[in-house]
């Protein structure tokens, strides 16, 4: 007999294909890195990397609870909806968990900023010799000139007509220009550079390992994709986002397990399975180990 999907607000994104909606690509998007999600009702834990980029998170529909620390830190709770946005320019990766209200999608849009046309914005506002780059770090608050540029680059991204160059790039620009007139920490310090590995990079590293949790873990294609030695390239992930390659991949394997196990009725040992542990005790160690509790424990609290 078929396993039978629970019915549940949760399985919401299992049936939709994949979570990413939309992802930038090509000429127009040189300063920009820009991608739509799909959220699902309950996150339990989200890596937000530091990469060197100012990163923004625009909520697009839907409203949730989330909230955040840096890593092994107290917890700090926003409560957003569509247009609040999230700011961050934080030296160090933190982490996110959210659960949504109501029954509206959550969708939110990641744009991440050149630092190059940063840069430029900063000529523009400050004169011909800069001060270093300090925004501040904003949580869950609303900006109507803000969600004017975060609307428009969204349009071009998912539009039915093909983005242009010149209207990309230049609303990256009043982007810029915007967040360094209106988000400028003065009293603080300039940052330590943020992260190893600029958003592009790591965005290519996490797809790679999210399409092989299944399999066994192996150092050298992640390497060779991001343009490094081993070596290089384990010092540059850990310092964006707090974990090596290979504890990474495994809070990637249980964080799918969790889902599994909390949005269907598979049996735990096929769970395993399908998380790459072939050895139905080794993926309840180490389900445990990251989680707390053994994986049928879990379910049950589910």
């Known amino acids: 007999m078929p396993l039978q999907e629970r019915s549940s607000a949760e399985a919401l994104d299992e049936r939709v294909p994949g979570e990413l909606l939309a992802s930038s690509k090509g000429r127009p998007w040189k300063d920009l890195l820009v991608q739509v999600f799909l959220r699902r009702p309950v996150q ?30 107290p917890w700090m709770a926003s409560r957003v909806s569509a247009g609040d946005f999230f700011l961050t320019t934080s030296p160090k990766p933190c982490e996110l968990r959210w659960t949504t209200e109501g029954k509206e999608p959550f969708q939110v849009m990641h744009i991440y900023l050149g630092l190059d046309v940063m840069k430029r914005a900063l000529r523009d506002v400050h004169g011909a010799d800069p001060v270093e780059l300090v925004l501040r770090e904003v949580s869950g608050a609303s900006d109507p000139a803000l969600s004017m540029f975060l609307g428009q680059i969204r349009a071009e991204l998912m539009g039915h007509h093909q983005p242009s160059t ?81 504890r990474y991949f495994i809070r990637l394997r249980v964080d799918k397990a969790r889902r599994l196990l909390r949005e269907t009725g598979k049996p735990v040992i096929e769970v395993g399975l399908d998380v790459g542990y072939a050895s139905p005790s080794h993926f309840a160690q180490v389900f445990k180990r990251e989680v707390g509790v053994a994986p049928s424990e879990y379910r049950g609290q589910a």
Not at 168 to 191: E, F, S, W
């Open 166 to 246: 010149l209207m990309v790039q230049g609303l990256a620009q009043g982007l810029a220009v915007h967040l360094v007139r209106a988000y400028p920490d003065a009293g603080k310090r300039p940052p330590a550079p943020r992260g190893g590995l600029p958003a592009f990079k790591l965005h290519r590293i996490i797809a790679i390992l999210e399409e092989r949790l299944d399999e066994e873990f192996r150092l050298q294609p992640l390497a060779r994709a991001a343009g490094l030695s081993e070596f290089h390239f384990c010092r540059a992930f850990k310092k964006t986002t707090g974990f090596s390659p290979s």
């Open 44 to 73: 339990e834990s989200l890596i937000i990397p530091a990469v060197p980029e100012p990163l923004i998170v625009w909520v697009l529909s839907g409203s949730a609870v989330v909230e955040e620390r840096e890593l092994g830190g």
